[in-house]
């Protein structure tokens, strides 16, 4: 039997992960591990005056795109942030799609950021948003192509702040 | 360029150690809060985008304060997946792989996306 988590702590997923491929028998997962202190971005503008741009890596893509499939995907769905979320269409083989299929905002909240435009909260929300898939098993594919693929759209979008919203 | 990271899975986040990341202390699945609940989404994110605008050393993963339940009782049902229902986490024996299987071809949510993306069948 698994150990269940405690309720009071955030949940250990890189643990309960090691104790589920266990009992599955398979070897353990290699997650990503990064030592060094990461780059550091001064924000530059106060927030009700920046320009945010959406990343979104729970498999969002917009009714009329082609559908991520679930292979280590490593596409870039360009996504109008206009848009409503009833257009926004979620697929992924890792999480239980059903309540973000209820309301993508969950793992996409394009509707919720443009509301925080119209409170003055941020100052505006880049045209674009982008959806990629974040279920990609070899970080050698995530760090070739996927994040170059996305710091090229958004280093061309002049915005002020990068919101990832992974799953 | 200035990134700020949501999550919901701190040792992930801790590990691959983005400079500024706001953990809220949902089930896997909802880092933005419950579907349907706008004001639960809009708080989250202004106190995530807030925790940002005051960080100062890079690694920093603020606390957004948002929860789940009052007494974190889901996490009783928490898998690496996401949230086990109540009637499968009170089963007895151990848990399978709830994972789909890793096809490389499009997975549309509904069968009209395949056809408005014009890939056939």
Known sequence: MEVRPETSTPIDYIALTRDRYDLLGYPPYQWAELTDTPPWTPLTRPLAESTVAL?????????GQTAFHWKDDTGVRRIPSADPATDIRVTHFAYDLEP?????????????LRDLVDEGVIGGLAPTALGCMGGIYSV????????PAVVAEITAMDVDLALLVPV | MPTLCLTSAYSITASVNPPRAAFSDL???HTVGRPHQPEFQRDLLRRALNAAVNMDAPGTIAATGVTWDS?????????P??????EDASRDGDPGD??????DTPQYQYESDRLAAGSGS
Do not use: C, H, Q
């Open chain 1, 55 to 63: 990343i979104g890596s729970g498999g969002a893509y917009r009714e």
């Open chain 1, 100 to 112: 973000a299929r209820e309301d993508p905002n969950i793992v996409f909240p394009v509707d919720r």
């Open chain 1, 140 to 147: 050698r594919r995530a760090t070739e192509e996927l994040a």
């Open chain 2, 27 to 29: 089930p896997l699945g």
């Open chain 2, 71 to 79: 007494d974190g009782s889901w996490k009783r049902r928490a898998t």
């Open chain 2, 81 to 86: 997946t996401g949230m086990e229902s109540e």
């Open chain 2, 98 to 103: 709830s994972r789909n299987v890793r096809v």
